[in-house]
């Protein structure tokens, strides 16, 4: 007995000083390569504060990565953003062909045909759109066009800023068409 415990306890002892600390710190290396990156399929994230549900964000892919010392979350499959009232119902959403989400800041760029939609059902189309997280607004210096179907109305123009819902926005340089009676009826 005292003999087949002084063999395993020998055996123990060659084992763990055949690992040497070069192989355990390159193993230990390995792991923070891996950590850097990861790959998500079929995502449903859900953004909440006090319980409530505020933001659902959908997409086909995801990969995590850090870039120096910051976050990334990049979606190079696109993704559908959906904004919920207090209600839980969805009160503006948000389509893009990519997006990257940095973390730290607390923003999403959105890119390659973004569309955003009310619950008016107006539209805004542009080639790129930051969200502010924080703030909880919508902002691009490039060209947008925004149809209202309600009012009978286009609008294009370059610049805009507007919450998160598409319910107020402001253009900074603006050109559109309009329908004779809305545009009488709103100099009265």
Not at 48 to 62: E, H, K, N, T, Y
Request: net charge negative.
């Amino acid at each position: 007995m005292k003999d087949s415990l002084l063999i395993t306890a020998c055996l123990f002892l060659f084992l763990l000083s055949s690992c040497t600390s070069d192989k355990l710190e390159s193993v230990a290396n390995d792991d923070q390569e891996y950590a850097k990156d990861e790959t998500l399929f079929d995502v449903e994230l859900s953004y909440s504060d006090s319980a409530v549900v505020q933001v659902r964000i959908i997409s086909p892919m995801l990969v995590r990565k850090k870039e120096n010392n910051e976050l990334l979350e990049e979606f190079p499959k696109g993704l559908h953003v959906e904004f919920l009232n207090a209600s839980g119902n969805v009160s503006s959403y948000l389509d893009a062909k990519y997006a990257t989400r940095y973390e730290r800041k607390g923003i999403v760029i959105a890119e390659d045909s973004v569309v955003v939609y009310n619950r008016l059902n107006e539209k805004l189309e542009t080639s790129q759109l930051t969200w502010d997280e924080k703030n909880q607004n919508l902002e691009t210096p490039r060209f947008v066009k925004i149809t209202r179907p309600k009012k009978g109305d286009t609008i294009y123009g370059f610049g805009l800023t507007a919450d998160q819902e598409f319910n107020r926005f402001e253009l900074k340089e603006v050109s559109g068409k309009s329908k004779f009676d809305n545009l009488v009826n709103s100099v009265k």
